[in-house]
């Protein structure tokens, strides 16, 4: 972990920021205290050199708050199959598909860092699919980085501890690993809720262990999904007990999908996954527009008006807001 690359994205953001210093979308862009959770893994990751991304500013913000909760190995189609009636009310009131697709291939750590950076294997790096500190994070700018350069809370509580490689763990104000079902995950949270958060990422790991160990679909599977979903509610309780949930910009999506016993061919699939959001200027319905994993970083940092690194290849769910999306082809990285 290099601080030049904390300091060059704190750099670039200043700029940003004092050229739109009339803007009511300005936030500072001096990087909050690092605090780390005693989940952060005890060896670090080494730094990867990257190139400084060219920022392009974004609106006044719709939302304080981001939840991104990713719930591993959620097949597109099993959300109304399981049935997930909480995510299945959040779809009805927010913008949705059950058409987005991942990364091919479709691993868990890759498709999670081009989740939240934004950005495809080829630009952020991440082939490998195990805890393997040696090999660094990802590269290029990620949502945390942004976010903890402009003074946000950043907060990761993950079930899968390799996870802490899709971002410099600078920019990771907490990290919390916790090797348990979601809703013990869940109960975690909310026996320690960070009511400060700007971005917040959690990570359910069950759907994706049943569908690898019993296969996709099985009792097995669809027995976790309901409870991920009991967990789903839990957390947007939280959100309103605290009176943060009008406030908040709520993601729920998947790193992939899956078949038979795994999740790995590029097939439909693994690669179709769910991708819902709900919160601050949503317009709900069903989406029309293509949506990628890396579409997910990129809706996140336009909601918190943060400025969009040119480098990325998601772009904002414009439509999700009322508004356009470019015209694009199916968007799946090469």
């Known amino acids: 972990m290099t601080g030049s690359r904390t300091r060059t994205i704190g750099l670039l953001l200043l700029a940003v920021i004092f050229f739109n210093a009339c803007s009511p979308a300005s936030a500072p862009a001096t990087p ?5 959770a005693a989940g952060t893994p005890t060896q670090s990751p080494v730094p990867t050199e990257t190139s400084s991304p060219t920022l392009t500013p974004t609106p006044a913000p719709l939302a304080k708050r981001v939840l991104i909760l990713s719930l591993d190995g959620l097949r597109a189609d099993a959300v109304a199959i399981a049935p997930m009636p909480n995510l299945l009310a959040l779809m009805k009131s927010g913008a949705y598909t059950l058409n987005a697709q991942t990364i091919k291939p479709s691993a868990t750590l890759p498709a999670h860092a081009s989740m939240l950076t934004g950005l495809c ?4 790096g991440v082939t490998w699919d195990d805890y393997l500190p040696a090999k660094g994070y990802a590269k290029g700018p990620s949502l945390f980085d942004l976010a903890h350069a402009a003074g946000l809370q950043t907060d990761m509580v993950v079930g899968k501890k390799k996870l802490i490689q899709v971002t410099d763990p600078a920019s990771v104000d907490s990290f919390t690993y916790i090797n348990d079902r979601d809703v013990v995950i869940t109960q975690k949270i909310l026996e320690n809720f960070p009511n400060d958060f700007g971005v917040l990422f959690i990570h359910f790991p069950t759907p994706d262990a049943m569908g690898e160990v019993y296969g996709w679909p099985s009792k097995q599977y669809w027995d976790v999904l309901r409870q991920a979903d009991g967990a789903l509610a839990e957390l947007l309780k939280a959100l309103d007990d605290k009176g943060l949930r009008s406030e908040t910009l709520v993601i729920v999506t998947a790193d992939h999908g899956g078949h038979g016993m795994g999740h790995y061919t590029g097939t439909p699939l693994d690669m179709t996954i769910p991708w819902v959001v709900s919160g601050p200027g949503v317009v709900p319905g069903e989406l029309s527009v293509p949506v990628n994993t890396t579409d997910t970083a990129a809706t996140a940092a336009w ?7 040119s480098s990325w290849d998601g772009i904002p769910v414009y439509e999700a807001f009322g508004g356009t999306s470019p015209a694009r082809p199916d968007p799946r990285c090469p």
Do not use: D, E, N
């Open 121 to 124: 294997p080829a630009k952020h």
């Open 303 to 309: 909601a918190l008006g943060l400025p969009i690194p």
């Open 32 to 36: 909050a205290p690092v605090s780390t």
